[in-house]
């Protein structure tokens, strides 16, 4: 596999130190990616996993695992939020853990057709499911008036400039349409300026996180799983921005009764992990238990 595009599962020791696998239990593996977690759950246990990923690009790399562990493996395309049907689907009325790695995979973001990254040239996308979802970041970035496009850089990004970046937009596009990644780097560029981030970086995570309603597919997700987790089962996620953690953190919170929180703070990768892979340095991973 390209390198570029190969993976790198965040912090998969102590996910799997948390876990705990243990033999015949059931776990589900709602990110599933290129399928780091379970590969590395698998080849520790003889345990059995539903995997989950809405990107169909992900089903290549599970026909791999299916054909090393086809006994103990299931793979569904589908939204995480579907949890419900999907167990059903498959026969299962509980389970003994929950998986979310909630980082754009490197599938996704080093593919330029896929429009999310800043650093490659490509049409302004950004759906993870190209098939289902019609929103894709060109038709907000062309469409969209400067009020809205101002708040969903705001509320979804955090984007301090979002106002000045939104004015930017309105303007260059009375000339022309906004059709790829750089140009739309470019108009970021003349409003931001930043040392240890790339001036896009809010902007696209906004633009993500709004088309593919991602906060909201965790939020029901998360309460979904209060249904199906046995005793002593185990949450775990690991989230990438502060928008994604402040769900989980107060979803955690708001349901003491029935979790006990593992993570007093949340969990960073060491300094050889963020080293080898620069992209897990904002990774923040929190747990929770069943009581």
Same mark, same amino acid.
């Given at each position: 596999?390209?390198?570029?595009?190969?993976?790198?599962?965040?912090?998969?020791?102590?996910?799997?130190?948390?876990?705990? $696998?243990?033999?015949?239990?059931?776990?589900?593996?709602?990110?599933?990616?290129?399928?780091?977690?379970?590969?590395?759950?698998?080849?520790?246990?003889?345990?059995?996993?539903?995997? *989950?990923?809405?990107?169909?690009?992900?089903?290549? %790399?599970?026909?791999?695992?299916?054909?090393?562990? $086809? +006994?103990?493996?299931?793979?569904?395309?589908?939204?995480?939020?579907?949890?419900?049907?999907?167990?059903?689907?498959?026969?299962?009325?509980?389970?003994?853990?929950?998986?979310?790695? #909630?980082?754009?995979?490197?599938?996704?973001?080093?593919?330029?057709?896929?429009?999310?990254?800043?650093?490659?040239?490509?049409?302004?996308?950004?759906?993870?499911?190209?098939?289902?979802?019609? #929103?894709?970041?060109?038709?907000?970035?062309?469409?969209?008036?400067?009020?809205?496009?101002?708040? !969903?850089? %705001?509320? %979804?990004?955090?984007?301090?400039?979002?106002?000045?970046?939104?004015?930017?937009?309105?303007?260059?596009?009375?000339?022309? +349409?906004?059709?790829?990644?750089?140009?739309?780097?470019?108009?970021?560029?003349?409003?931001?300026?930043?040392?240890?981030?790339? $001036?896009?970086?809010?902007?696209?995570?906004?633009?993500?996180?709004?088309?593919?309603?991602?906060?909201?597919?965790?939020?029901?997700?998360?309460?979904?799983?209060?249904?199906?987790?046995?005793?002593?089962? +185990?949450? !775990?996620?690991?989230?990438?921005?502060?928008?994604?953690?402040?769900?989980?953190?107060?979803?955690?919170?708001?349901?003491?009764?029935?979790?006990? *929180? #593992?993570?007093?703070?949340? !969990?960073?990768?060491?300094?050889?992990?963020?080293?080898?892979?620069?992209?897990?340095?904002?990774?923040?991973?929190?747990?929770?238990?069943?009581?």
């Amino acid at each position: 596999m390209c390198s570029k595009l190969k993976h790198h599962p965040v912090m998969v020791d102590e996910v799997l130190s948390y876990l705990a $696998p243990d033999k015949s239990k059931t776990y589900v593996d709602c990110t599933f990616g290129q399928g780091g977690y379970c590969r590395k759950i698998l080849e520790n246990t003889e345990c059995n996993i539903i995997a *989950i990923d809405r990107d169909k690009d992900a089903k290549k %790399y599970a026909e791999l695992l299916k054909k090393k562990y $086809p +006994k103990n493996f299931i793979f569904n395309i589908n939204n995480f939020s579907r949890l419900d049907y999907v167990l059903k689907k498959n026969d299962i009325k509980k389970i003994d853990g929950l998986i979310f790695d #909630l980082g754009i995979s490197n599938t996704q973001l080093n593919n330029p057709d896929r429009g999310f990254s800043f650093s490659n040239n490509g049409p302004l996308d950004m759906r993870m499911d190209v098939e289902s979802l019609n #929103l894709t970041a060109k038709k907000i970035i062309n469409e969209f008036d400067q009020h809205n496009l101002s708040d !969903i850089f %705001y509320y %979804y990004g955090e984007e301090r400039n979002s106002k000045k970046i939104a004015k930017k937009i309105i303007e260059f596009r009375k000339k022309k +349409k906004i059709s790829t990644t750089f140009e739309l780097v470019e108009l970021i560029k003349k409003v931001n300026s930043y040392k240890k981030k790339h $001036p896009a970086t809010r902007v696209f995570q906004a633009l993500r996180i709004y088309i593919n309603d991602e906060l909201n597919e965790l939020d029901i997700t998360l309460k979904k799983s209060l249904l199906f987790l046995k005793k002593r089962g +185990k949450i !775990i996620t690991v989230a990438f921005h502060s928008l994604e953690d402040k769900v989980i953190k107060n979803f955690f919170l708001r349901n003491k009764e029935f979790l006990k *929180i #593992l993570t007093k703070k949340p !969990i960073i990768p060491n300094e050889t992990e963020i080293k080898i892979n620069p992209r897990s340095r904002s990774a923040r991973m929190r747990v929770a238990e069943i009581l």
